[in-house]
């Protein structure tokens, strides 16, 4: 677990629900193949070959299918966001004095999102405190993949939140230097832009608060905040980037988690079959014959998003999974729900808490009875990627999981009203883990090493 930061701070829930129809944002983009989620997807198929969604053998779509970007916005996702500074082999000294030397890449960006996240563009957070530059973005990459910032340069960000385990890792509990481990599985850290506080138990404030809690934690990266200031201060190409991004003589802790923070906020996960099936529901009733006199425009956008649709299609057993997801069913919207799919919420479904001294999650911050053994909503986008699952990592498969909704939890004194006995069928079941599936969508292309030397 992370350092802990005690302090309480009221909670900004996530009120936007999935739009059906943004009119006039729909177009096919012609930029194909720039996704770097090969890996990922793999493990995507394989899993949902196991479950029967057919819709696992179409091509991944790209983060920019399904939306057009406004003039003068930039798309997060786009790969020169992500993708390192331009050069093959080791970065060198020279290239990144180029990079820095450009205006071009320190103006604050004006940002659009993914088709899917697109619906939450008013909802997302910290842009203010610590607008987004690709120049920033760029060096908050270098420092999440850096395992110099750990005590004994074996563990970065991406150790426990690793691009290619869904940006999770697939160890029930993180595992920190010298093989410590925790007692919290690691969360995904992609589609943070839509989330005010941190952590399972939302005890961090921001992701720049956050980002400097493993890096001094004694079981994660075991550093002192000192330590890994001076680390960087002596890798030569850090501190002229420092100095471009933040003025002179700037490394300090909290411009290392500034640029952190950055970089995660630029990981935002792209379209899904689930999102082209949504718009595209948004057109259901409507008389095509006519939309097509009356509205050409519009009528055109139907076109592409039916061919994006079709080109990623939902199997019937996850658009199934979906009516349940979505219905009284199933009632997983009660919690999952907004452009992220997460409320930004803490509940208490039971998980651990038959244990002897259950992890009491949310009321270690706020100290409020009710708050016991309530953990804050997880996003469901792509989580087919990122097993096992929950706070404490018990849930092997999405499968296990679905089993703890039917049987409607654990009992405890403080079981989240919402969560109630289901009686899924086996297909019932089938099908929502076949929904969970068909919201894997595409990654922005990320690049790992091209470290400072
Ligand atoms: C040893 C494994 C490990 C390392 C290293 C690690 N994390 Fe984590 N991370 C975790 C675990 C476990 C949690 C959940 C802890 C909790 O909630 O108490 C977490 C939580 C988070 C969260 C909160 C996500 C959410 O949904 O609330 C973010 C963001 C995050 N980590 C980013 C980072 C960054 C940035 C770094 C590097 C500076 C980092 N992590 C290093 C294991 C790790
Ligand atoms: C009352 C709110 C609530 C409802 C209703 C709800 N969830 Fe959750 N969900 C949560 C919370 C909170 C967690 C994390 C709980 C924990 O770790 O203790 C979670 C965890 C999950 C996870 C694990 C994600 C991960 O990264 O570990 C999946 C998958 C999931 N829910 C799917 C569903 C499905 C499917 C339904 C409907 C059958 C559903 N949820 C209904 C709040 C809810």
């Known amino acids: 677990m992370h350092a802990r930061f005690h302090m309480v701070h009221a909670v900004t829930p996530l009120v936007c629900?999935?739009?059906?129809?943004?009119?006039?944002?729909?177009?096919?983009?012609?930029?194909?193949?720039?996704?770097?989620?090969?890996?990922?997807?793999?493990?995507?198929?394989?899993?949902?070959?196991?479950?029967?969604?057919?819709?696992?053998?179409?091509?991944?779509?790209?983060?920019?299918?399904?939306?057009?970007?406004?003039?003068?916005?930039?798309?997060?996702?786009?790969?020169?966001?992500?993708?390192?500074?331009?050069?093959?082999?080791?970065?060198?000294?020279?290239?990144?004095?180029?990079?820095?030397?450009?205006?071009?890449?320190?103006?604050?960006?004006?940002?659009?999102?993914?088709?899917?996240?697109?619906?939450?563009?008013?909802?997302?957070?910290?842009?203010?405190?610590?607008?987004?530059?690709?120049?920033?973005?760029?060096?908050?990459?270098?420092?999440?993949?850096?395992?110099?910032?750990?005590?004994?340069?074996?563990?970065?960000?991406?150790?426990?939140?690793?691009?290619?385990?869904?940006?999770?890792?697939?160890?029930?509990?993180?595992?920190?230097?010298?093989?410590?481990?925790?007692?919290?599985?690691?969360?995904?850290?992609?589609?943070?832009?839509?989330?005010?506080?941190?952590?399972?138990?939302?005890?961090?404030?921001?992701?720049?608060?956050?980002?400097?809690?493993?890096?001094?934690?004694?079981?994660?990266?075991?550093?002192?905040?000192?330590?890994?200031?001076?680390?960087?201060?002596?890798i030569e190409g850090y501190p002229m980037q420092f100095d471009k991004v933040f003025g002179d003589d700037s490394v300090n802790i909290d411009n290392i988690a500034k640029a952190i923070a950055s970089f995660e906020r630029a990981i935002v996960t792209g379209p899904s079959p689930f999102d082209f099936n949504e718009k595209l529901r948004g057109f259901a009733g409507q008389d095509l014959e006519e939309l097509k006199k009356d509205d050409p425009d519009l009528y055109k956008e139907y076109e592409a998003l039916k061919a994006l649709a079709d080109a990623h299609p939902m199997s019937e057993s996850a658009k199934r999974g979906r009516e349940i997801f979505f219905t009284d069913k199933g009632s997983c919207t009660a919690c999952h729900v907004g452009p992220n799919l997460a409320d930004e919420l803490y509940h208490n479904l039971g998980v651990g808490m038959d244990a002897t001294e259950p992890d009491l999650g949310r009321y270690n911050e706020t100290k409020q009875e009710k708050d016991k053994g309530a953990f804050k909503t997880p996003t469901v986008r792509n989580v087919a990627l990122s097993a096992p699952y929950m706070h404490n990592g018990a849930h092997k498969t999405l499968e296990e999981v679905v089993e703890w909704y039917d049987k409607g939890g654990h009992p405890n004194p403080t079981l989240d009203a919402k969560i109630k006995k289901l009686n899924l069928t086996a297909q019932d079941k089938q099908d929502l883990v076949a929904f969970m599936h068909a919201t894997t969508g595409a990654f922005p292309k990320v690049e790992r090493g091209r470290l400072p030397k």
């Open 17 to 234: 629900a999935i739009l059906l129809v943004a009119a006039g944002c729909t177009q096919t983009a012609d930029k194909k193949g720039t996704t770097g989620k090969a890996g990922a997807s793999k493990t995507a198929k394989a899993e949902a070959g196991a479950n029967g969604a057919e819709a696992a053998d179409a091509e991944p779509a790209s983060y920019t299918d399904g939306i057009t970007v406004p003039e003068g916005k930039v798309l997060l996702g786009s790969p020169e966001l992500t993708a390192g500074i331009p050069g093959d082999g080791d970065l060198t000294v020279e290239q990144i004095k180029a990079w820095v030397d450009d205006p071009k890449n320190h103006e604050t960006l004006d940002i659009a999102l993914p088709l899917g996240l697109d619906a939450g563009l008013q909802a997302v957070k910290g842009l203010d405190a610590n607008p987004l530059t690709r120049a920033k973005i760029e060096l908050g990459r270098q420092l999440y993949f850096d395992t110099r910032l750990s005590s004994d340069g074996t563990i970065s960000c991406a150790s426990c939140h690793d691009p290619e385990q869904g940006y999770a890792a697939h160890t029930q509990f993180g595992v920190g230097v010298r093989d410590q481990m925790g007692g919290r599985n690691s969360p995904v850290s992609y589609n943070r832009i839509q989330s005010a506080l941190q952590f399972w138990d939302g005890r961090a404030a921001s992701l720049e608060e956050q980002a400097k809690g493993p890096i001094a934690n004694p079981i994660e990266m075991a550093n002192t905040h000192e330590q890994a200031v001076a680390t960087v201060k002596g």
